[in-house]
């Protein structure tokens, strides 16, 4: 994730220490909300985004999990998801994202949830929203969720409906934001963005003053499951989708509006935010670029300090690697199939710098991108090594002497 807010906007977040390294300073979040900071990215325990069911109430057009509403035989039992807590307890992960399908679709969630709680674990949910009315949301806010990430393809109904296979999911989803807004859960959107969509950001920005939400995180396709379906985006359409998220979410900081809004999968908006910067002459250019630098991108993401668990309890590098598992955990610990680095393939993520190919490789900016989702890069060229197809720097942009030569790096304030 790159937390535009931050980078540009000069805020603070809960996840400030982890994302970045640093403290804050200027607010004091609940310690549900609270994330700690390791002392190097690469130290970092993984966040597990663990998709609780497959199981879901829609069928949308980029779900990479290729989820329909049936019921799916060898998901986890209650009790052994509850193992897995444990041993994510013990093993200090950073977060836990409970995901889907659609979570909400699993019986004992909040049970799991409460569960996870009572181990101490920063726990996150990601839903489609349709099935949050006022009681699922007030016990979101009794068990003390750090957020809620609520999907919305666009803010026309007719656009949303046609993405999520559903009509009425649009009224459903705002339903269910709406709820947690009155209760007071920390809520916010997720956007997927892609050729359909990105064109619609203006008048999304405007919903996102209208409705008074408070964080958005847009997400750049990665062609999984019914994803792989979807046309990709131009590298001059994704830099117009970009421009435009750094511009507007700039806007509305400087106009005093508390407002988080993110990027992910897609590490290269690092280099092509710094650029942008040093374009403008921005006073904390060189902040900015110390704090990518710390943050390393994809280098220390898939793999290191991002995981999942999917409906079986299969161990990937992340949400989207769902074709390679490095063991499950009905068999060993998550703790220890995290830390087995005889898959070269686990190894080669803990330490990817050297195998990056062709552009990637030889990319200026590839200690502070990492080489981007390395899942997009094998899913469309069959090689985990190989250039990020998604990525849309030039070819003037990437070339030249190595970013850490314009790094006059000073120790985090952590």
């Not at 009572?118 to 806010?141: P, Y």
């Not at 290269?268 to 650029?275: A, H, K, R, S």
């Not at 200026?364 to 720097?393: H, N, Q, T, V």
């Amino acid at each position: 994730m790159l937390d535009v807010s931050v980078l540009y906007g000069g805020l603070e977040t809960p996840s400030t220490p982890h994302r970045y390294g640093r403290k804050i300073t200027q607010i004091d979040p609940p310690p549900h909300q609270r994330m700690a900071v390791a002392r190097s990215a690469s130290e970092r325990r993984p966040i597990v985004v663990w998709n609780i069911t497959r199981t879901c109430n829609l069928k949308c057009v980029h779900c990479y999990t290729d989820s329909h509403a049936q019921r799916y035989p060898d998901e986890l039992t209650t009790e052994q998801a509850k193992a897995v807590l444990d041993d994510l307890a013990r093993f200090k992960a950073p977060a836990v994202l409970f995901s889907g399908g659609e979570p909400l679709m699993r019986p004992d969630l909040f049970e799991l949830i409460a569960y996870a709680r009572s181990k101490d674990l920063h726990v996150v949910i990601s839903t489609n929203g349709t099935l949050i009315d006022r009681a699922a949301a007030e016990h979101m806010l009794e068990h003390k969720l750090a957020y809620v990430g609520i999907s919305l393809d666009s803010p026309i109904a007719r656009v949303h409906d046609e993405f999520r296979g559903m009509e009425g999911a649009y009224e459903k989803t705002m339903t269910g934001f709406r709820h947690c807004v009155k209760v007071g859960q920390k809520v916010g959107l997720r956007l997927t963005l892609t050729r359909q969509t990105w064109q619609n950001l203006d008048t999304l920005f405007r919903f996102i003053e209208d409705e008074g939400i408070n964080r958005a995180c847009f997400y750049h396709l990665c062609p999984a499951g019914r994803g792989s379906e979807l046309a990709a985006m131009t590298p001059a359409e994704t830099q117009q989708a970009v421009d435009r998220i750094y511009d507007r979410t700039r806007d509305m900081i400087e106009r005093g509006k508390r407002v988080e809004i993110l990027t992910v999968d897609n590490h290269c908006d690092g280099p092509y935010l710094y650029l942008k910067m040093l374009r403008e002459g921005h006073p904390r250019t060189q902040q900015v670029l110390e704090m990518l630098a710390w943050n390393g991108g994809g280098r220390y993401s898939s793999g290191v300090g991002i995981s999942n668990i999917d409906f079986y309890g299969n161990v990937h590098a992340d949400q989207f690697s769902m074709y390679r598992s490095f063991g499950n955990v009905k068999e060993r610990k998550f703790s220890d199939i995290w830390q087995d680095l005889s898959d070269p393939i686990m190894a080669g993520l803990k330490d990817r710098l050297p195998l990056l190919k062709g552009r990637c490789g030889s990319c200026r900016f590839k200690s502070i991108c990492g080489g981007a989702l390395r899942a997009r890069a094998e899913l469309m060229c069959g090689d985990p090594w190989a250039s990020d197809p998604g990525c849309y720097l030039s070819d003037e942009q990437i070339t030249g002497e190595p970013i850490e030569n314009e790094l006059e790096l000073s120790s985090p304030n952590a």
